[in-house]
């Protein structure tokens, strides 16, 4: 074997090591999922949309108005006009986007709702923004880029926030990002990429490539389930973004994490 040879095979040995070292735990993330349902909500008043591999939700606040939870990947915003478009609202219709946190799947279209007012909490703003960049072994690869989405309302853990008829409680839930959030509206709790459902009813945290810290996060969702049952909240269901929802003993599943 000539010396260019084996330099160019320790190079494609080098080369598939990496993409097996990145492709393992991308699919492991999502193996083993409940599926998300285009279209079905987890419950009365709330729409799911998904796009691909994302997931984001229309709730209805009344009077013809409506609430997103996330705004996917997509700056077209086309499944999600398609989705408002089918529950009879218009893109004018949106009065809030709430972010579960920064990341680029989740934010990407929510300049496209004029009326809308785009609340994160103030711990993933600098994030949402793109002004630095996601703290994840695989974030620290893309770096800081301005994302063009601009946070307007600050919202804090333990904040209620109303809109029409609809009543938004908001949990500080570190871990997958240092500002993530849930929020319980609908008895439903949104909780973004922090935690998933498995197809065989239970809950999982965050692949560790995507998340800044899963024992942080892991700890975070087990404290909140004692707290949303010292508040006495009722939850139906969890809905995560990456996997279909949790129905059942909800509080159960986060409290096993
Ligand atoms: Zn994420």
């Given amino acids: 074997m000539t010396r260019r040879r084996r330099w160019l095979l320790r190079a494609a040995l080098a080369l598939l090591v990496v993409v097996l070292a990145l492709a393992v735990p991308f699919v492991a993330a999502f193996r083993g999922l409940a599926p998300i349902a285009n279209g079905v909500g987890p419950a009365p008043g709330v729409r799911t949309v998904r796009m691909n591999f994302v997931s984001a939700f229309v709730l209805d606040a009344g009077d013809g108005r409506a609430v997103l939870v ?37 934010i990407a279209a929510a300049p496209l709702f004029r009326n809308a007012e785009i609340v994160s909490l103030e711990a993933e703003r600098a994030l949402v923004e793109g002004a630095v960049a996601p703290r994840s072994p695989m974030g620290r690869l893309s770096g800081a880029k301005p994302s063009g989405v601009r946070v307007t309302r600050v919202a804090r853990d333990g904040d209620t926030l109303r809109y029409g008829a609809l009543e938004v409680h908001v949990y500080a839930i570190p871990g997958h990002t240092a500002g993530s959030a849930a929020f319980l509206a609908r008895d439903v709790l949104f909780v973004g990429d922090a935690v998933s459902a498995t197809t065989d009813g239970r809950a999982r945290g965050p692949a560790w490539i995507f998340s800044e810290s899963t024992s942080e996060g892991a700890a975070s969702l087990r404290a909140l389930s004692a707290r949303l049952r010292r508040e006495g909240r ?4 969890m809905a995560p973004a990456h996997s279909g929802p949790l129905t059942g003993d909800v509080l159960g599943a986060l409290a096993a994490l």
């Fill in 70 to 106: 996330d705004a996917g990947a997509d700056r077209s915003g086309a499944a999600l006009l398609a989705a408002l478009r089918a529950g009879g609202y218009g893109p004018d219709a949106v009065i809030a986007v709430l972010l579960t946190h920064g990341h680029g799947d989740h």
């Fill in 234 to 237: 009722v939850v139906r269901a």
